[in-house]
């Protein structure tokens, strides 16, 4: 893109029809080194805003409903998104000239004058007039700005390894040596676009609020990544309180409520309220496109673990067949809870520990162990057979079951002895967690088990 006839006549023709999306085209730094490079050769920062003032003015009549005040808005956005290109092109040529890595902090410049061109488009909604419908612009330039503050604390914290590996003299504190500091910087700059758009007032056929849910799930992804879901809820808490005054949910694009519903049920998910995250996590996997796999395993991560908990059901090969991550991580697991085999399921949690960790399901994976527990518990009652029955009636299964039974195959299941009153401990807790039905009698040294729905949800 340049500043010229053509660059013009595209935008008249965004403003005239009102296209949010192709007005925001003109403000992305999503394309070649090439065409970043011709708009900053194209002008220079003496002219930069004499040119682009003239040429809106010029287009004024095609556009139609732009005044001055709107001209003069747009005319600081490009001139600041001008001065970001310059700062692009030169990041990516010491990119390509030093292989990925650059001694000098170029994609920190690149972060600071994007960061610029952010607060000119919000001056604009907020001085100028910006209409509502302009709001993917703000898409644009706020995704753009969180992949920004992500590069430059990469670069900043290779610079910061080869100072301490080259021996250069440094201070023990370093205030701004935080790893994620521009990261935190965005979240900070989107948190006030968030507000922005929240706090519109007015018409809602006109409002910025229909950019609330796009920010949020920036906001989200940036806690996320920041390890601070926890500042998570108060996005969740303003969405909710402005209920009333916010579009209708379902009114708002299908990809910003999947990724909407997706983070409120991990948010849920990691608070341990399995219930909500499951409703929010099978909503995001029902509106998902049947295509995007890459989303779809992510809402599986946890949708697999809730459903473990709260269901007892464990994923079927079928459905795993599609994500051969996922198939490595829980196939290894579900076939040692359906054959109740404690010490393999305990090693098979050992083996994936790290990747379960950093995917924050560890914690709710381990308590898989009670339903493994119960499986091979209900294998010994089984096997006890049934009743001798009456003429004319039905077969009862036998519901007295020695401890010293459960104690045998507890300790064949795990492959160490353990004693009866540990059985006894572990017995009391299944019952307790309502996995089995029935009461232990320690004077006999007998488990009695309830005649229907010994194990509830198993149909024994």
């Given amino acids: 893109m340049t500043f010229d006839s053509a660059f013009f006549n595209g935008f008249s023709y965004a403003w005239s029809s009102r296209d949010g999306y192709r007005l925001a085209q003109t403000l992305s730094p999503e394309v070649s080194t090439e065409e970043l490079k011709a708009t900053y050769n194209s002008t220079n920062s003496h002219d930069i805003k004499i040119s682009v003032r003239r040429g809106l003015q010029g287009n004024a009549a095609l556009v139609g409903g732009i005044d001055q005040d709107g001209i003069k808005g747009w005319v600081e956005v490009y001139a600041s998104y001008w001065n970001a290109t310059g700062a692009l092109v030169a990041a990516r040529e010491s990119d390509t000239d030093n292989g990925g ?60 390894v080869e100072d301490i590996t080259t021996n250069n003299l440094q201070d023990d504190f370093d205030p701004d040596s935080s790893k994620n500091q521009k990261l935190e910087e965005c979240a900070r700059t989107l948190s006030r676009v968030f507000m922005i758009c929240q706090t519109d007032r007015a018409p809602i056929e006109e409002s910025r609020k229909w950019g609330s849910y796009y920010i949020a799930n920036l906001l989200l992804k940036t806690y996320f990544k920041l390890n601070s879901a926890s500042l998570s809820k108060n996005i969740l808490n303003s969405l909710r309180a402005s209920g009333k005054d ?12 999947v990724t909407f519903k997706y983070h409120e049920g991990v948010l849920a998910f990691l608070e341990e309220n399995y219930v909500q995250a499951e409703t929010c996590l099978t909503e995001a996997w029902n509106l998902c496109h049947k295509d995007a796999l890459r989303n779809k395993e992510r809402i599986l991560t946890y949708l697999i673990p809730c459903h473990l908990i709260n269901n007892h059901t464990l994923p079927t090969k079928r459905l795993l067949e599609p ?27 050992q083996e994936g520990e790290d990747e379960f ?100 949800g198993t149909g024994v």
């Avoid at 419908?133 to 610079?159: G, M, Q």
């Avoid at 994500?323 to 949690?349: S, T």
């Avoid at 299941?413 to 006894?424: A, F, L, P, R």
């Fill in 101 to 160: 890595e650059s001694s000098q902090l170029v994609w920190t410049k690149v972060f600071e004058v994007w960061t610029d061109v952010l607060n000119q488009l919000l001056r604009g909604y907020q001085n100028y007039g910006f209409e509502a419908w302009t709001i993917p612009c703000l898409y644009v330039v706020c995704r753009n700005l969180r992949a920004f503050a992500i590069k430059a604390d990469d670069e900043r914290n290779r610079s910061s």
């Fill in 246 to 257: 916010m579009p209708d949910f379902s009114a708002f694009p299908k990809s910003q409520r």
């Fill in 323 to 349: 994500y051969p991550r996922l198939q490595q991580l829980f196939l290894p697991l579900c076939q040692c809870i359906k054959r109740g085999e404690l010490h393999k399921f305990d090693l098979a949690l």
């Fill in 357 to 456: 960790v950093k995917r924050r399901i560890y914690l709710t994976l381990e308590r898989g162990r009670d339903i493994a527990l119960r499986n091979l518990l209900r294998k010994v009652f089984i096997a006890r057979g049934f009743e001798e029955a009456k003429p004319g009636e039905n077969p009862v299964r036998r519901t007295r079951v020695p401890v010293a039974e459960f104690a045998a195959a507890i300790s064949l299941g795990s492959e160490e002895k353990i004693d009866n009153d540990e059985v006894e401990c572990l017995l009391a807790n299944m019952i307790y967690k309502g996995h089995m039905k029935g009461y232990i009698s320690r004077q006999h040294g007998m488990v009695v088990l309830s005649k229907s729905g010994a194990f509830p």
